[in-house]
């Protein structure tokens, strides 16, 4: 076996920006390999802390805290692709920063996001830009009604997002984005939804896990089932898209592709890209041999990846404020993993924990 010199060496320091539940899981990832982690996060009582050999609390704009950040790790991360440009440009003139700015800046503005892929011949949902109401007015012109607008960044579990059902409705939509940039989605009437959790490496290296079909409840991620019962042809078509866009990127991590099935699995959607570990690849931590924290963690570090393939059927559930009561009765079931975030406060809306219930493979009894 030989080692490579581009590959980091274990008692490395990973650094994390960001000290939420992902960056938790990537903590324990980066452990089990050998390396330490160092997560920065504004926030006291992050839930990656706990986990992580060292954390630094301090604001994202903060050059002087970003620069001994930097020189206190050997690469950084980051479990959330809304971190300012200004912050990736202070660390990056000191040590690698990956997945890679090309990545950042594609999936933190929706609009650019949805050109980068029109470009490369992927289709997505009919867009357009929509700065003030003569601009949705007009978008609504071409696009119809049922519509969403959405801002153009800083957009998660649905924030920042507006459905137009009729063009009357066009005003008081503009108006709840207060004035932030923003683009006008057809909505599309899909069959359902799955995602890719892919793993690529700056050598070319890619690995895919099957898709999850995944189900939202209050526009917060709800359930992933794996695998996500399509046609072997639509998830090649699937896994090929995402191979497409991390190669276009040039990236180096793990990626999650949102992607929209529609009539039938006819058409394939694309509806945006994380640069970063996804919710819905959580199964990973217990239905296959290597999670897509151990993958992303592989990938940054310049190590090879693991094969993705799974030992199990993975139904994940996301505990969302007070389910996280039901915790007990999870606790019961012994064929389900039980993960929970250590978050001190339940509140409406948060992502307090996941269940993964399995369903073991069995290898083919044959004839
Ligand atoms: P998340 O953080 O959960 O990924 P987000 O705030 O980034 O969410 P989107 O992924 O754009 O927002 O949208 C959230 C959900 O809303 C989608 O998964 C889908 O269910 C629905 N949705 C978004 N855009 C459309 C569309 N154009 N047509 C139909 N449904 C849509
Ligand atoms: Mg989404």
């Known amino acids: 076996m030989t080692v490579k010199p581009s590959m980091l060496a274990p008692g490395s320091v990973i650094g994390v920006l960001g000290g939420g539940q992902l960056g938790r899981f990537l903590a324990m990832a980066a452990a089990d390999l050998g390396f330490a982690c160092h997560v920065y996060c504004p926030e006291p009582d992050s839930p990656a802390f706990a986990l992580a050999d060292q954390h630094m609390i301090a604001p994202y704009e903060d050059e002087a805290a970003l620069t001994r950040f930097a020189e206190q790790v050997d690469v950084v991360t980051y479990e959330f692709e809304n971190v300012p440009a200004a912050t ?218 693991r094969d993705p393939c799974r030992h199990s059927d993975a139904v994940m559930t996301n505990l969302i404020g007070e389910d996280v009561e039901s915790w007990g009765k999870w606790a019961a079931e012994p064929l389900t993993a039980v993960h929970l975030y250590g978050k001190p406060e339940v509140r409406a809306g948060r992502k307090m924990g996941h269940v993964t219930r399995l369903t073991p493979m069995t290898p083919d009894a044959g004839d």
């Open 88 to 305: 990736v440009e202070v660390l990056e003139a000191l040590v690698p920063v990956l997945p890679g700015r090309r990545a950042l800046e594609t999936a933190q503005d929706r609009l650019a996001e949805k050109r980068f892929f029109s470009d490369l011949g992927i289709e997505v949902a009919p867009f357009a830009e929509v700065n003030d109401a003569a601009d949705l007015e007009r978008a609504l012109g071409e696009i119809g009604a049922p519509a969403i607008l959405k801002t153009r960044r800083f957009g998660y579990d649905g924030k920042g997002q507006a459905r137009i059902g009729h063009r009357d409705e066009a005003g008081p939509a503009l108006e709840s984005l207060r004035g932030a940039p923003a683009i006008l989605e057809q909505v599309i009437d899909f069959d359902f939804e799955i995602s890719v959790i892919a793993a690529r490496c700056r050598s070319g290296d890619f690995a895919a896990y099957a898709p999850g079909r995944n189900i939202h409840r209050n526009h917060i991620l709800d359930q992933t089932f794996v695998p996500a019962d399509i046609p072997a042809e639509l998830e090649r078509r699937a896994v090929e898209i995402c191979r497409t866009i991390t190669e276009a990127l040039d990236y180096a991590g793990v990626i999650g592709v949102e992607f929209f099935v529609c009539d039938g699995g006819a058409r394939l959607l694309v509806n945006e890209i994380a640069p970063r570990v996804h919710n819905s690849g959580h199964w990973t931590l217990d239905g296959a041999p290597a999670s897509q924290f151990e993958q992303h963690i592989r990938a940054v570090a310049g190590w090879p990846l």
